[in-house]
């Protein structure tokens, strides 16, 4: 840690009590288990690629989706946090989850702009 950094003892101590609630409602998490134990990781890696606002910069978005497409995501929602008790997720962070896997697999380079094609001056 570098000098210029301080810590937040007071956060600290929230997230630690906050940790301590989520081991007393869910005594499963701390059990040892391969299975489990593997989706966490991958989850979390997953979720500290998404953009965080004290991270890389964010800009809001506002589209229209199908009401279908919505329930989509929201029972992903369910899913993730069923697999991944005490991990509070939202549909935005869904979506973000969603748009970063999508488009990893359809190998979309990070931070590359398209280069805009020039029509031809007509002369």
Known sequence: MSDD???DLPE???A???LDEIAAEHPALLEEGPTDRQAWIETLQEIEKMPRRAGEPTKQVAFRLPVSLIARVDVYVEILSQENP???LTRAD???L???RGLDQ???PVGEKPTPKRK???R
């Open 98 to 100: 969603l748009l970063n």
């Open 16 to 18: 630690l009590r906050r």
């Open 86 to 88: 005490g991990v509070a």
């Open 12 to 14: 600290v101590r929230k």
């Open 5 to 7: 950094k301080k810590v």
């Open 120 to 122: 031809p001056r007509s």
């Open 106 to 108: 359809l190998g979309v």
């Open 94 to 96: 869904a979506v973000r």
